[in-house]
Protein backbone atom coordinates (compact mmCIF):
# COMPACT_ATOMS: atom_id res chain seq x y z
CA UNK A 1 0.00 0.00 0.00
CA UNK A 2 1.47 3.42 -0.87
CA UNK A 3 1.88 5.69 2.12
CA UNK A 4 2.48 9.60 2.04
CA UNK A 5 4.75 11.52 4.37
CA UNK A 6 4.53 15.14 4.55
CA UNK A 7 7.62 17.49 5.78
CA UNK A 8 7.76 21.42 5.40
CA UNK A 9 5.52 22.47 7.28
CA UNK A 10 5.83 25.32 10.23
CA UNK A 11 5.04 28.64 11.04
CA UNK A 12 6.10 31.72 8.45
CA UNK A 13 5.36 35.43 8.61
CA UNK A 14 3.57 36.76 6.23
CA UNK A 15 4.92 37.52 2.79
CA UNK A 16 7.31 34.96 3.30
CA UNK A 17 7.15 31.38 2.05
CA UNK A 18 7.36 27.59 2.35
CA UNK A 19 8.21 24.83 0.33
CA UNK A 20 6.61 21.03 1.64
CA UNK A 21 7.62 17.78 0.33
CA UNK A 22 5.43 14.75 0.05
CA UNK A 23 7.86 11.35 -0.05
CA UNK A 24 6.00 8.30 -1.15
CA UNK A 25 6.95 5.01 0.41
CA UNK A 26 7.87 2.86 -2.50
CA UNK A 27 10.10 3.90 -5.37
CA UNK A 28 8.01 1.85 -7.72
CA UNK A 29 4.97 3.94 -7.81
CA UNK A 30 2.77 4.42 -11.24
CA UNK A 31 -0.33 6.87 -9.87
CA UNK A 32 -1.97 8.99 -12.22
CA UNK A 33 -2.10 12.37 -10.33
CA UNK A 34 -0.66 13.56 -7.36
CA UNK A 35 -1.96 16.66 -5.56
CA UNK A 36 -1.94 19.17 -2.70
CA UNK A 37 -5.09 19.59 0.09
CA UNK A 38 -5.70 21.91 2.61
CA UNK A 39 -8.07 22.17 5.64
CA UNK A 40 -8.27 25.24 7.53
CA UNK A 41 -10.30 25.11 10.78
CA UNK A 42 -14.13 25.27 10.90
CA UNK A 43 -14.02 25.20 6.95
CA UNK A 44 -14.04 22.09 4.29
CA UNK A 45 -11.35 20.77 2.55
CA UNK A 46 -9.97 22.43 -0.73
CA UNK A 47 -8.20 21.10 -3.19
CA UNK A 48 -5.31 23.62 -3.81
CA UNK A 49 -3.04 21.87 -6.20
CA UNK A 50 -2.71 19.05 -8.97
CA UNK A 51 -0.61 17.42 -11.47
CA UNK A 52 -1.67 14.51 -13.82
CA UNK A 53 1.62 12.62 -14.61
CA UNK A 54 1.46 11.95 -17.89
CA UNK A 55 1.40 14.99 -19.13
CA UNK A 56 2.04 17.42 -15.99
CA UNK A 57 -1.30 19.32 -16.80
CA UNK A 58 -1.99 21.28 -13.39
CA UNK A 59 -4.76 22.76 -11.58
CA UNK A 60 -4.38 25.67 -8.88
CA UNK A 61 -7.06 26.40 -6.90
CA UNK A 62 -8.07 30.54 -7.64
CA UNK A 63 -6.85 31.77 -3.90
CA UNK A 64 -3.31 30.60 -4.48
CA UNK A 65 -2.64 30.74 -8.60
CA UNK A 66 0.29 32.70 -9.18
CA UNK A 67 1.56 31.89 -5.69
CA UNK A 68 1.97 28.05 -5.36
CA UNK A 69 3.68 25.46 -7.68
CA UNK A 70 3.31 22.26 -7.64
CA UNK A 71 6.11 20.03 -8.76
CA UNK A 72 7.60 16.49 -8.54
CA UNK A 73 10.49 14.38 -8.85
CA UNK A 74 11.39 12.43 -12.10
CA UNK A 75 11.40 9.19 -10.09
CA UNK A 76 7.85 10.22 -8.73
CA UNK A 77 9.30 9.68 -5.61
CA UNK A 78 9.10 12.75 -3.97
CA UNK A 79 6.72 15.49 -4.67
CA UNK A 80 6.25 19.40 -3.49
CA UNK A 81 4.44 22.46 -3.22
CA UNK A 82 6.61 25.50 -3.11
CA UNK A 83 4.13 28.09 -1.52
CA UNK A 84 5.31 32.24 -1.38
CA UNK A 85 3.57 35.06 -0.41
CA UNK A 86 1.71 33.62 2.03
CA UNK A 87 -0.86 35.12 3.96
CA UNK A 88 -2.82 34.51 7.25
CA UNK A 89 -5.57 33.08 4.75
CA UNK A 90 -3.24 30.06 4.00
CA UNK A 91 -2.99 29.05 7.64
CA UNK A 92 -4.42 25.34 7.13
CA UNK A 93 -3.14 21.12 7.63
CA UNK A 94 -1.84 20.32 4.24
CA UNK A 95 -2.48 17.34 2.59
CA UNK A 96 -0.10 15.31 -0.26
CA UNK A 97 -2.48 12.80 -2.20
CA UNK A 98 -1.69 10.66 -5.51
CA UNK A 99 -4.64 8.47 -7.40
CA UNK A 100 -4.12 5.52 -9.79
CA UNK A 101 -7.46 6.67 -10.79
CA UNK A 102 -7.88 8.24 -14.54
CA UNK A 103 -8.78 11.63 -13.77
CA UNK A 104 -7.35 15.17 -14.55
CA UNK A 105 -5.46 17.56 -12.49
CA UNK A 106 -8.60 19.38 -11.80
CA UNK A 107 -11.10 16.33 -11.23
CA UNK A 108 -9.09 15.32 -8.66
CA UNK A 109 -8.64 18.61 -6.76
CA UNK A 110 -12.26 19.67 -7.04
CA UNK A 111 -13.11 16.18 -6.19
CA UNK A 112 -11.00 15.07 -3.77
CA UNK A 113 -10.00 11.81 -5.87
CA UNK A 114 -7.36 9.59 -3.98
CA UNK A 115 -5.92 6.26 -3.01
CA UNK A 116 -3.46 7.49 -1.05
CA UNK A 117 -3.25 10.70 1.64
CA UNK A 118 -0.62 11.96 3.54
CA UNK A 119 -0.75 12.67 7.18
CA UNK A 120 -0.90 16.06 7.09
CA UNK A 121 1.45 18.87 8.00
CA UNK A 122 0.77 22.21 9.83
CA UNK A 123 0.99 25.41 7.78
CA UNK A 124 0.56 28.65 9.97
CA UNK A 125 0.78 32.10 8.54
CA UNK A 126 1.54 34.75 11.35
CA UNK A 127 3.12 37.91 12.67
Known amino acids: QLQLVESGGGLVQPGGSLRLSCAAS????????IGWFRQAPGKEREGVSC????????YYADSVKGRFTISRDNAKITMYLQMNSLGPEDTAVYYC????????????????????WGQGTQVTVSS
Open 51 to 58: MRSSDRTT
Open 97 to 116: AATYSHTTAQDMCLFGRADA
Open 26 to 33: RFTVDYNA
